[in-house]
């Protein structure tokens, strides 16, 4: 076996590893974790006559909700970088050399998407809520949804080709199933779908498409309130 095989092989095992924590984190937590952001806000501002001053400038509603999305998906795509280190570093002293190509590719195009999309789209979704507690509920409710749409979908144990509502699914099952298949199995669970690089990239357009609508959906709802 030759250097480069011995180091692909390594990142092999190590990606599914992580990756079960990682969507664990960051499809059922985070979005309950960011749902009150807004929601927060406009209860510590009311007392303080932050909101009043917001309302009163040219296009504040809609200038702060963006200002919150790219606050937390910068929050998140930090955190990302920074485990991705750290742990990368204790992998790299635990089994020597690996090839760090899927492991980037695990964190940038796995863990850092998928927070963003989960993370921003709950957000956005619980930002009309009055309170945070509300709020939270929303979370709570797409933490569910993802549970349960992940579960129920037939490319996790079926071998059948990636549908288009596979793209558009908040558990984004494509994106679970790519950085498994380096091991095939999870468990006693074999995955029987063949799911490649294209089908992540149009999960990933899928739920740019889908923040989209939430935003704009999001913005109606606060500049009525």
């Known amino acids: 076996m030759t250097p480069e095989e011995s180091r692909r092989q390594i990142a092999q095992a190590i990606v599914?590893?992580?990756?079960?924590?990682?969507?664990?984190?960051?499809?059922?937590?985070?979005?309950?974790?960011?749902?009150?952001?807004?929601?927060?806000?406009?209860?510590?501002?009311?007392?303080?006559?932050?909101?009043?001053?917001?309302?009163s400038l040219p296009?504040?509603?809609?200038?702060?909700?963006?200002?919150?999305?790219?606050?937390?998906?910068?929050?998140?795509?930090?955190?990302?970088?920074?485990?991705?280190?750290?742990?990368?570093?204790?992998?790299?002293?635990?089994?020597?050399?690996?090839?760090?190509?899927?492991?980037?590719?695990?964190?940038?195009f796995g863990a850092a998407a998928l927070g963003i999309l989960n993370g921003g789209m709950s957000m956005l979704l619980a930002s009309w809520q009055p309170t945070p507690r509300r709020a939270v509920m929303i979370g709570v409710v797409i933490a569910i949804a993802s549970l349960l749409l992940l579960t129920t979908t037939p490319i996790l144990t079926k071998k059948v080709p990636v549908e288009f509502w596979d793209y558009l699914n908040i558990a984004r099952p494509a994106l679970f199933l790519?950085?498994?298949?380096?091991?095939?199995?999870?468990?006693?669970?074999?995955?029987?779908?063949?799911?490649?690089?294209?089908?992540?990239?149009?999960?990933?357009?899928?739920?740019?498409?889908?923040?989209?609508?939430?935003?704009?959906?999001?913005?109606?709802f606060i500049r009525k309130r």
């Open 16 to 55: 599914p590893v992580i990756w079960a924590p990682l969507y664990i984190v960051l499809a059922l937590i985070l979005p309950i974790l960011t749902a009150d952001a807004v929601s927060r806000d406009r209860q510590t501002g009311s007392s303080s006559g932050w909101s009043e001053l917001l309302d």
């Open 59 to 108: 296009l504040g509603k809609d200038v702060y909700l963006l200002s919150k999305l790219l606050g937390i998906w910068i929050s998140i795509l930090a955190s990302c970088l920074a485990a991705m280190l750290l742990t990368g570093i204790a992998w790299r002293l635990l089994l020597g050399p690996f090839d760090l190509t899927l492991y980037v590719q695990e964190w940038l």
């Open 178 to 220: 790519y950085f498994f298949q380096s091991s095939g199995r999870i468990g006693s669970v074999s995955f029987a779908a063949n799911v490649n690089s294209s089908d992540v990239l149009f999960t990933l357009l899928a739920g740019l498409v889908e923040i989209a609508i939430c935003g704009l959906l999001a913005g109606i």
